[in-house]
């Protein structure tokens, strides 16, 4: 039996009303979060911030700033499309670079924790034919010093990219890259950051799992932490999950390889002023895999904030061990597969189309996420980086006394690691929906028949009203992206 559109509408709007009752938060709408007042540091923030969107002229940007006692804020600035000029949507998803490389270092400290694998284990006993690899361990590829040569560095490999962007590109490929260049040095001896690195770590976790890299980190990381919008993409699925924003780049990719291993002729200034980005949304990012390859959105990554930072999802001792920081510079550390700016605990990143930054201070328990829609600005910055610095500096981010050993901070303006430059939901229209809530406090039963005909059941435990309606506001749009906008 079809249902009309009036009835779905109704349906949809009792659940808004059932959100309502149990208190859903202003800030997951772009337009009740304008109803509310913002904190005075928003006020200071906005103007910084406009100007270095203009600056760098980053179409889109997605700002959450949260800091216990003075206020949280969120706002979106600039457009998802420059052809269209659509404001961006503070739920957009994006690709979030090298912010990839915590969640796939938890599962490796996940898996030592398990005893399947240990630290100081020679990749070699996983990873046969890794030139060098006997000398080489799993914690050297954690924390960046195993001095493989970083494929993205290598210039053919660029190339490719702006020719076949449409390629889909196999671990062992990007690792057969690395293998033909020289170490930078031997394992061990220096930071040296290399996405090869965690490319290798993807292998590892397959093998020992014999599981798919992105099934692992739904089992691991996103179902059990709720992150429902999160995902690894396979290399035949090069689109998003709507809705999503445009990503753009100035220049090719091999304009953008880092400048000391450019020609004078190519090191011409990335994106000269008189022209528009290119649009690179649709370019495969199976080039990335689990050194930067995740799809998520601001609401997920403001859970994976905290719960990176504070070791959800690993035991104590594991979590002291991978907070072990190694500095790179007097402002940043590296430890394994997590950074440290100022304070802050998180990582950045960076691929074509997209930068982001994602930290969190378990002291003030202050989360800062930045995400834009453009990969790097034409003075070769980037642009989430360069965001994070204004925010970091105005709010006093850095300025926490240290509490241990493992939560020493630095004072210094935030300059994170080098980046390169460079299962969810998903429903299609159908004819009918039926949607019933039925409230029972401490528990929430979901019961919705979708479009692919099957009948979900969720039992969701409701451990706030606040998580609890997030959640409810997680269905609501779900389907409000399947039906669209209901006819008045």
Request: overall charge positive; charged content about 15%; hydrophobic content about 40%.
């Amino acid at each position: 039996m079809e249902i009309q559109h009036s009835h779905v509408r109704n349906l949809l709007l009792a659940l808004w009303l059932a959100l309502l009752l149990v208190s859903f938060p202003t800030g997951a709408d772009a337009r009740v979060a304008g109803l509310a007042q913002q904190p005075a540091f928003a006020d200071k923030l906005m103007p910084l911030l406009s100007a270095k969107q203009k600056q760098m002229r980053v179409p889109g940007a997605i700002i959450y700033v949260d800091v216990p006692g003075k206020g949280t804020w969120t706002t979106g600035m600039g457009t998802d499309n420059l052809k269209t000029n659509t404001p961006i949507n503070i739920k957009d998803h994006m690709r979030i670079g090298s912010v990839t490389k915590t969640m796939v270092g938890t599962v490796i400290l996940q898996l030592v924790q398990e005893k399947k694998i240990r630290l100081d284990d020679p990749i070699h006993t996983y990873l046969p034919n890794v030139k060098n690899g006997q000398a080489i361990t799993i914690r050297q590829l954690l924390n960046m010093t195993s001095g493989l040569f970083d494929y993205v560095e290598d210039r053919p490999y660029r190339q490719t990219l702006d020719q076949h962007p449409d390629k889909a590109w196999k671990p062992n490929e990007l690792v057969a890259i690395s293998m033909r260049h020289a170490p930078y040095s031997p394992p061990g001896q220096q930071y040296r950051y290399s996405n090869t690195n965690f490319i290798l770590l993807g292998q590892i976790i397959e093998r020992v799992t014999h599981t798919p890299a992105n099934v692992v980190l739904q089992q691991r990381i996103f179902q059990p932490l709720g992150m429902y919008n999160s995902l690894l993409p396979l290399p035949n699925q090069p689109t998003m999950p709507r809705p999503y924003a445009q990503g753009y780049m100035f220049g090719s990719n091999l304009q953008s390889i880092p400048r000391p291993h450019m020609t004078r002729k190519e090191a011409i200034k990335v994106g000269d002023l008189d022209r528009q980005p290119n649009n690179v949304t649709d370019l495969n990012h199976s080039f990335s895999w689990t050194s930067g390859g995740v799809v998520s959105d601001l609401e997920d990554l403001k859970i994976w904030a905290r719960a990176l930072a504070t070791g959800k999802l690993l035991n104590p001792a594991l979590q002291r061990e991978r907070l072990n920081w190694l500095p790179i510079n007097e402002s940043s550390s590296y430890g394994l597969g997590i950074a440290k700016f100022t304070g802050l605990l998180g990582h950045n990143g960076s691929t074509p189309g997209y930068t982001s930054f994602v930290a969190y201070q378990p002291v003030t328990k202050t989360t800062v996420i930045i995400l834009t829609n453009l990969y790097i600005a034409p003075d070769g910055t980037n642009p989430a980086n360069e965001m994070a610095k204004a925010v970091i500096q105005t709010i006093g981010a850095g300025t926490v006394k240290n509490t241990s050993k493992t939560q020493a901070e630095h004072t210094s303006p935030i300059q994170p690691a080098r980046e390169p430059r460079h299962p969810i939901d998903n429903h299609t229209s159908a004819s009918a929906a039926s949607f019933l809530v039925r409230m029972h406090l401490p528990e929430l039963f979901l019961y919705t028949t979708i479009p692919m005909g099957a009948i979900l059941q969720r039992k969701i435990a409701a451990g706030s009203k606040d998580a609890l309606a997030r959640r409810m506001h997680n269905w609501y749009e779900k389907l409000h992206h399947v039906y669209g906008r209901m006819p008045d």
